[in-house]
């Protein structure tokens, strides 16, 4: 197996949820495969999410986001946990996405207007995402929750990303969280 550099971030602020469960275990076994890990919690990262003036005048990154985008140019696979809220991530995430996924780092238009530059690719996702009801009921009743980060977010830059699921996890049983952390294991394992 190859060893990797992989870059896991928590997108959830609360280090109680099943989200921050699932990171540490990815991280542990991801370390323990031989893998080169850097890991970020949200919650503990300062940076307003807030895009003041649109994209019509820049701002300038936070330390914490310039970390962010530094590690997401080091990694080769970048892994990322979160819950969904309201058919989407928490808004502190979309926030740090606004923010930093910006032209002339993760893409750049072209001077023709047909089309862009991806500029992460050659990179592999994972992203993580609990729910609190069935994915198969979200998806029936308010459309693909994955598609925001999937292919708005990360393959638009040019990382191909697949998602794991796991529905209903506020009120999954003992043996349905130790098949679920198994699962994150196995794949922290083979850097996937």
Known sequence: MTKKRIFILLGHSDPQSHCCNFADTYEAAAKAAGHEVQRLNIGDMKFDPILHHGYRER?????????VRELMQWCEHFVLFYPNWWGTMPALLKGMWDRMFLPGFAFKMRPDGMGWNRLLSGRTARVFITTGNSAFVDWFMFGNFTNVIKSSILEFAGISTRTTIFS???KASDAQMAKWLRKTEKLAKAGR
Do not use: G, I, N, W
């Not at 701002?59 to 970390?67: A, G, N, S």
């Open 59 to 67: 701002m300038d990154l936070e330390p914490d986001l310039l970390k």
């Open 168 to 170: 209903k996890a506020e």
